[in-house]
Every structure is written in structure tokens, then in C-alpha cells.
């Protein structure tokens, strides 16, 4: 599992039943999830979402479509046909979510992954893209 | 003891020799000893995966009807080079495309080329009379090539040096993302993987031998440019047959504000020929030894601050002035290893056998800087007195001596010279029109400054980096000694 932070614009969910919609409008794609933290920020409502890994993508999407902000701070995927497992990204991640496994080949933690961007326009190979 | 090629060779064809990868023999020679290792082992493979700038490939491209004799010609809009025959050309993996520079270059048309897509060939010609056409717009795939042939001036590198920065901001070099304040070391090579630190005395490396390159065999053709063996940064010059190599190990790549590059897959089989071969092949990466290096001085000669291992290295930190700073690698292990155990395979399989060189490589080469005619300026050269203003005056005193010193920048001390900021003409009549009377409001207090022995080139390009037209000079205490601007690197 894995933590996205997404905010419901204020002009988007105005009332509960906005609300169910966006949520079922996940729960369509047939995936479970948590909600780690619901608050209310300037802009709207904040919620943690705790998301099962692989689903990272089809979640993002659909929640942009539905106008819902996944908030940037945080997150680089990894494309893993275009890295060449060199490791030019590694020395520049705070807090080793970029790593090495035993065999050499890069691995992301992407629970680990505090959204700092340095690593972006390190890979050669343009690898690593923002969420 | 002593094993000649031809034995070697002949087990590969019964399908009995013993290879093994340069870090297998590290535990064989330890558990074993090694004069066992030496005559149980007959081939030791090695490999490296990383970013070599020198490499490029010559293509022939047969001739079109009429013929053209090319003057300019860009393949996939990187410009190639024309300096021989009518058809002929060179791409060098560092050219950039003329519109996605910082993107797109040379390594990505070879990547491309070698994948079987399709490349756009664009050309013209000055035209004569055996070479009609003035220009050329086609496409082509490798198939459609007379020869596509890669020839790497300077490949494998025997160790290279590991990149820090001591500067205030972040570098970008072709040793990957610098960050500042020694926040991080990249290094490259594969330590005891590396081809050339397998045999570092060239007992059977030499013009002619037969390796694994981009996935196909090539050749040793000589030492590389820059071959530079009494320091142990010896390096080779090699070329093999494009159209057999494949793109796995052949990958176009772009460092961000330095340009574009290609990975090049490289492997050499060490045939134990005696003891001192099992030995060397059997070299740990704590006996690999390299420099660490600041980029942070713009110049030749950067300051070395310590030697490191490739074991530190490859444990992925780095001790520096009682830190431990992140390090990783720019080159990849994985893939190294992957060409060795590769190349161990084609061994295993008899589909390659192993050849004494034609002729060593050379052993004393000198490695000369290059010979410049013209004087290199510094920054002491062409300064001049910077008009000053103590940090406890008013706008209107910095405005006064702006007219009467005719100078658009005002540098601003402390009784004792120290720098404490900068005021331009621009940030006066900014104060003015805003109302403002305290210095404190419009003096910039983080100055981009220069010192004395500065090159003039690198003043300029503080300048350009951080759009100013001046740079305080100072000493080594902080305190200011003079100032220069754009008007006398014009004037320059």
C-alpha cells in the first residue's frame, strides 16, 4: 500500500453526495482503500488516501478527470523500461526511497518518497517522471 | 605455469574450459589459492556499462542517382560529420539534435539505428561535376547501410575519477547532478569488473583483441585518446560491426545542462595464461583505488581531496572531511556484470575463441594538457577599484556616488572592507520611486562575487548564470579588493 494526498476543490464536492460520488467513482475500479486523514484545508477537503501500489496510476487518472487535485508534492514514478539501473539518481534521494537491491537493479520505496524532485532531471534516460 | 591461446582455445572448442566472471575469481583465488585457480581457470570475462562521450559510428550509404557528394548532413536532425568520401559519415554520440538539443543527440540516432527504426537522412552539396545532386531528404534503416561500423576513440576507462561540489549551488556536469556543499559523489567504472583493471599491465590486451561490444564482437584497435597508463587511467580504442550489436547495450542518453552521451556495453575475456594473470583477474574493489575530485573549481587541474576505493564507493557513501556523504554510480554494475556473465556464455558455448594481441598497448604515453597560444586572462587582470558605501549610510550617499564615480554599482563594506552587499543604479531609482530612504531596504545582501585568480571566462559565466552585469572581488578574508564588470569583459 501506498499514501497519494489528493484535495477536493471547494467548487467540486459541495455537499455529502458529492462526496459518495467521488468516492464510488474510485471504488468502481474495484480496488480498496483506506482513508488515512480527512481534513479541511483553503482549498478544499485534504484526504490521505493509502492505495494499493500497482494502482497508483489508474487512481491518479481517474481522480484528474473527476477534477480532484492529486497534490504534487510527493511522488516520482519510476518507468522501468527506460532505466538502465545506472544509479545517477541515488545519491541525490534524502531518505533512500532510490536504492539499489541486492542485485543492482534500481528499486523505488515509494512510501519513502518525500516529494523533494531533486532526483527528476537527474536520469539520463528520463525515468523518472512526476506524479 | 603457463597456458598458451592455443590450449585455451582448443577447450572452448571440446566444450571443456572453465570461465568464470572477475568477481567469481575473487572467491575462487581466495578459497583456493592461487595456483589452483590459475590452472583450473582458462578464461576470467569482464565488463563495464557506462557513459562514454568518445564513441560515435562511421555509415556508408551507397549512392543515390544522381550522386551527391555530401557538404552537411544531419541524421534525425543531429548534425554528422562530412570529411571523407561523397557517402560516408561520422555521428558522434555528443552532438546534439539541431531542435531538441539537451534531449536528443548522436547516441540516441545509434540507439535508434541499431533498434531497426527508421531514420531520416537530410544533406546537401556544394555540387560538381561527378556529384550533380545539391540535395538529399530520405529515410533509411541499418539494412539499408553499405556498413555501419562503431568506433569509440576512448572506451572502458580503467577507473575514473569520483565527482563532489563545493560550491553554493547545484552543478551539472557530464559527472551527473552535483549537489552543493559536498551533498552528494558520483563516481563511474565498475571496479574489479573493469577490463582494464583485470589486466592492468596489457599482458593480453593489445591492438586486435577480440571483445564484446553493444552486444557484438569488436575489436581493440589501439589505445584510446587520452591513454594515460602510468596514472592508471589507461583506456581503449575500439570498433566493432553495428549491424550485430543490439540496443540493450547500446543506450542514448542526456545529463541535464551538459548534453547528450551513450552508454556503451564493453567486455574483454582475461585468458589465464600464468599465475600472475590469476592474480591480477582476481583484484578486489578495495585495492581499486581513485581519486575524489571537486568540479567545484571551474579548472583543469580541480583539486583532489582524498583517495577512495571502489569498495567505499560501491557501499554507497563516501567519508569526507568527517562526513559521510551519499554516493552513487553513474555507470551501471548490474549491466556490467550482465556483459561478463554474457560474454562468459558465448565462451562456454564455443561461438568465441580468444586471440593474442598484435601488439601491446602502449605502456608510457604521455598525457599532455592541451598547448594554448593565447595568454589565459584572470580576474586581477582586468578589474578595477569598486566605488564603496559603509552598510550605515543613506540612499541618497549611494546615489551621489553613483553620478559623481559614474558607476552603476555600489559595493557596500563594513568599516573594515568586509563585504556586506551590493546596490545598482537600477535598485536606487527603484527606492525612489517607492519612497524608500533606508539602505537596509534596497542593498542585496547575498552577493555573487569573484575572486583574484579567477579565469575571466568563468567571471562571465557567473554573470550570464545569474543575470548581473558585475562581481565584487575579494580576498581571502572577505574584504573587498576591487570589482568587475560586463563593461570590461566587453572591452576584453
Redesign the interface.
Known amino acids: 500500500m501506498t499514501i497519494i494526498n489528493v484535495t477536493l476543490p471547494f467548487g467540486v464536492i459541495k455537499d455529502i453526495s458529492d462526496y459518495s460520488r467521488f468516492i464510488n467513482k474510485i471504488l468502481k475500479y474495484d480496488i480498496s482503500f483506506n482513508i488515512l486523514k480527512f481534513s479541511t484545508g483553503s482549498s478544499g477537503i485534504n484526504l490521505l488516501l493509502d492505495i494499493p501500489e500497482g494502482k497508483i496510476k489508474t487512481i491518479t487518472e481517474s481522480l484528474k478527470k473527476n477534477n480532484i487535485i492529486v497534490n504534487k508534492k510527493g511522488r516520482v514514478i519510476i518507468d522501468d523500461d527506460k532505466c ?10 534524502p531518505t533512500d526511497a532510490l ?2 537491491n541486492s ?3 534500481l528499486e523505488f520505496s515509494y512510501e519513502k518518497c518525500i516529494g523533494c524532485l ?1 532526483c527528476l ?2 536520469c ?3 525515468a523518472i517522471e512526476e506524479m | 605455469m603457463i597456458k598458451p591461446y592455443t590450449e585455451i582455445n582448443k577447450r572452448i572448442k571440446s566444450g571443456d574450459v572453465v570461465v568464470v566472471n572477475a568477481e567469481e575469481m575473487i572467491e575462487i583465488v581466495k578459497n583456493r589459492g592461487i595456483k589452483v585457480a590459475a590452472e583450473e581457470i582458462d578464461v576470467v570475462t569482464t565488463g563495464t ?3 562514454m562521450c568518445s564513441s560515435g559510428a562511421f555509415l556508408n550509404f551507397g549512392h543515390s542517382d544522381p550522386p551527391i557528394k555530401f557538404e552537411h548532413l544531419w541524421l534525425n536532425d543531429v548534425h554528422a560529420y562530412h570529411g571523407n568520401a561523397a557517402v560516408d559519415c561520422y555521428i558522434g554520440v555528443t552532438r546534439m539534435a539541431d531542435i531538441r538539443p539537451f534531449e536528443y543527440g548522436g547516441g540516441h540516432v545509434i540507439e535508434d539505428l541499431i533498434a531497426g527504426k527508421s531514420i531520416r537522412l537530410r544533406g546537401n552539396s556544394y555540387t560538381t561535376d561527378c556529384y550533380p545532386l545539391a540535395k538529399v531528404d530520405t529515410e533509411f534503416t541499418i539494412d539499408d547501410l553499405n556498413q555501419a561500423i562503431l568506433c569509440n576513440p576512448r572506451n572502458a576507462y580503467q577507473r575514473y575519477a569520483c565527482a563532489v561540489n563545493s560550491t553554493d549551488r547545484i552543478l551539472y556536469t557530464y559527472m ?2 552535483l ?1 552543493p556543499n559536498y551533498g ?3 563516481y563511474s567504472g565498475s571496479g574489479c569488473l573493469n577490463p582494464l583493471c583485470n589486466d592492468p599491465d596489457y599482458e593480453t590486451i593489445g591492438f586486435g583483441t577480440r571483445i564484446f561490444l553493444g552486444g557484438g564482437v569488436g575489436y581493440v584497435i589501439g589505445e584510446g585518446t587520452q591513454h594515460n597508463p602510468i596514472n592508471n587511467y589507461g583506456s581503449l580504442f575500439v570498433k566493432g560491426d553495428l549491424k550485430q550489436m543490439i540496443s540493450e547495450y547500446l ?1 542514448g ?4 545542462k551538459y548534453g547528450t ?1 551513450m ?1 556503451v556495453g564493453l567486455g574483454i575475456p582475461i585468458p589465464i595464461l600464468n599465475e600472475n594473470l590469476a592474480r591480477k583477474t582476481a583484484s578486489k574493489d578495495e585495492e581499486i583505488f581513485t581519486d575524489v575530485v571537486d568540479y567545484g573549481v571551474p579548472r583543469r587541474d580541480r583539486p583532489i581531496l582524498k583517495k577512495v576505493s571502489y569498495k567505499e564507493l560501491k557501499s ?1 557513501y563516501i567519508e569526507l572531511y568527517d562526513n559521510k556523504i ?10 556490467a ?1 550482465k556483459i561478463a556473465n554474457e560474454l562468459k556464455k558465448w565462451i562456454e558455448d564455443g561461438i568465441f575463441f580468444l586471440n593474442p594481441p598484435a601488439e601491446p598497448l602502449p605502456k608510457e604515453t604521455e598525457y599532455k594538457p592541451m598547448k594554448q597560444t593565447s595568454e589565459l586572462k584572470f580576474v586581477k587582470d582586468l578589474k578595477r577599484t569598486a566605488v564603496i558605501c559603509y552598510e550605515d549610510c543613506d540612499i541618497k550617499t549611494v546615489a551621489e556616488k553613483i553620478i559623481t564615480q559614474n558607476m552603476n554599482h555600489i559595493v557596500i563594506t563594513d568599516r573594515e572592507n568586509h563585504l556586506k552587499g551590493i546596490v545598482t543604479s537600477f535598485d536606487v531609482t527603484k527606492a525612489i520611486a517607492e519612497e524608500k530612504t533606508n539602505l537596509k531596504e534596497i542593498i542585496t545582501t547575498r552577493v555573487i562575487i569573484t575572486t583574484d585568480n579567477e579565469p575571466i571566462e568563468v567571471a562571465g559565466r557567473k554573470m550570464k548564470l545569474n543575470d548581473i552585469s558585475a562581481l565584487p572581488v575579494i580576498d581571502e578574508n572577505n574584504k573587498v579588493i576591487g570589482i568587475i564588470t560586463s563593461e570590461e569583459l566587453m572591452q576584453n
Open positions: 538502465i539501473d545506472c544509479g545517477a539518481c541515488i545519491s541525490l534521494c536504492h539499489f542485485e543492482d537493479r531533486l532531471d537527474s539520463p534516460r528520463y | 556499462f557506462g557513459p551527473g547532478k549537489l552528494n559523489a558520483h543506450k542518453v542526456n545529463y541535464e552521451s552508454f554507497g551519499k554516493c552513487s554510480s553513474l555507470s551501471s554494475l548490474f549491466y556484470r
